[in-house]
């Protein structure tokens, strides 16, 4: 779920597993000169995505912090990924707004190297990232896109909210471990926009974390499922349902930490104490 797009007040039985990945909002546009703010769209013709898009959101949000709204002089129009691209590149639109599935690589190369179509500066990201708590600044490096011919030829600052992993409440914390290890095999390597073992992370928007995924976050996966077999560790799981969870688990740590152990006393000792008995 991208992050920011939540309507309603109450997050209900939802939680979050984390932030997967930057979704950044890119906006390109035709001019003989750089456009430095977005209030410099005004009265342009611009593609702001289809309707319940993020990126709809993203810039009808960010182009009302710049006075332009719908209805208003600024024609904004529901043009959306390729669409909005074609209608760029062909002078049917001055200005077109990306992001997420929509600003492609191969999109955003081809508009780069297209004379006379810029791509947005925005020098203002600290203030964005502040009014709007979802999004973030991102900087795209100076030949991030084509080292030869230096594309882009400058660091472009940029802004974004990220993809959220989003999960009921009462999901399995087992299901919830192995979600979260997926998303780090997925998501967890450098990107144009991220380093190596960024995300996933526990960052809360508008939905809160998941206290199972937060203790992943911390610590790895729970003792059971580092311990046993999945399916074992599964069944012992559910056996500890109506138990003091915590308090079970202390004791199997050092049961299996006495199993390990050389010393048979030592063993015999710890596995007593374990089941509350004496020594």
Do not use: C
Request: hydrophobic fraction near 45%.
């Amino acid at each position: 779920v991208q992050s920011g797009i939540r309507t309603d007040a109450s997050p209900g039985d939802l939680v979050s597993l984390g932030s997967l990945f930057y979704v950044p909002l890119v906006v390109f546009y035709r001019a003989d000169t750089p456009v430095e703010w977005l209030s410099g769209l005004f009265s342009r013709r611009i593609a702001v995505g289809r309707e319940g898009s993020g990126t709809r959101f993203l810039a009808l949000t960010l182009l009302k912090d710049n006075g332009i709204e719908p209805g208003g002089a600024t024609p904004l129009l529901d043009l959306h990924g390729e669409e909005a691209a074609k209608a760029l590149l062909d002078g049917e639109v001055d200005a077109a707004f990306l992001s997420g599935d929509s600003a492609t690589p191969t999109v955003i190369r081809r508009l780069l190297w297209t004379p006379g179509v810029r791509m947005l500066d925005f020098p203002q990201a600290d203030a964005f990232a502040r009014r709007h708590r979802y999004l973030n600044k991102l900087e795209l490096p100076m030949g991030a896109f084509d080292f030869g011919k230096n594309l882009p030829p400058k660091t472009i600052y940029l802004v974004g909210p990220t993809a959220d992993l989003i999960a009921r409440r009462n999901l399995h914390p087992a299901i919830s471990d192995l979600l979260i290890e997926a998303a780090r095999e997925v998501h967890g390597g450098a990107t144009l926009l991220q380093n190596a073992g960024q995300f996933p992370a526990p960052v809360a928007h508008e939905f809160p974390m998941s206290e199972e995924a937060l203790r992943f976050y911390r610590s790895g996966k729970s003792l059971l499922y580092r311990s046993l077999p999945f399916w074992l560790a599964s069944l012992a799981d559910r056996a500890l349902v109506g138990a003091s969870r915590d308090a079970v688990l202390a004791r199997a740590d050092v049961l299996l930490r006495a199993l390990a152990e050389p010393d048979h006393k030592r063993r015999l000792r710890d596995g007593q104490a374990w089941m509350g008995g004496s020594a």
